[in-house]
Nanobody, 116 residues
Framework: QVQLVESGGGLVQPGGSLRLSCATSLRIFSTAVMAWYRQAPGKQRELVATITRAGSTIYADSVKGRFTISRDNAKNTVSLRMDSLKPEDTAVYFC??????????WGQGTQVTVSS
């Protein structure tokens, strides 16, 4: 059963922008810390950004000032706005939801490719 549904990946030129979205159920969204991770070929999965229910955010140093994570509590979605994209941002991006009560959930991943 799919719990997190991602959308918005694709091919973009360096310096461009993309917006990723992740939709989930109210049961998960209402209690979870939401996050985006990414995994580049041959590398470990790494944290990109997190956002709590209250809206507190944390970003990886590599994306600070370029990426913005946000959550829409009315739509049970979390988004990742990515600006000034670089080739090194190329990766599969995964949505994550976790919490003490609900456990840990992953989306299926969406490919982001930054290339000219």
């Amino acid at each position: 059963q799919v719990q997190l549904v991602e959308s918005g990946g694709g091919l973009v030129q360096p310096g461009g922008s993309l917006r990723l979205s992740c939709a989930t159920s109210l049961r998960i969204f209402s209690t979870a810390v939401m996050a985006w991770y990414r995994q580049a070929p041959g590398k470990q999965r790494e944290l990109v950004a997190t956002i709590t229910r209250a809206g507190s955010t944390i970003y990886a140093d590599s994306v600070k000032g370029r990426f913005t994570i946000s959550r829409d509590n009315a739509k049970n979605t979390v988004s990742l706005r990515m600006d000034s994209l670089k080739p090194e941002d190329t990766a599969v991006y995964f949505c994550n939801a976790h919490g003490l009560v609900i456990g840990n959930y992953w989306g299926q991943g969406t490919q982001v490719t930054v290339s000219s």
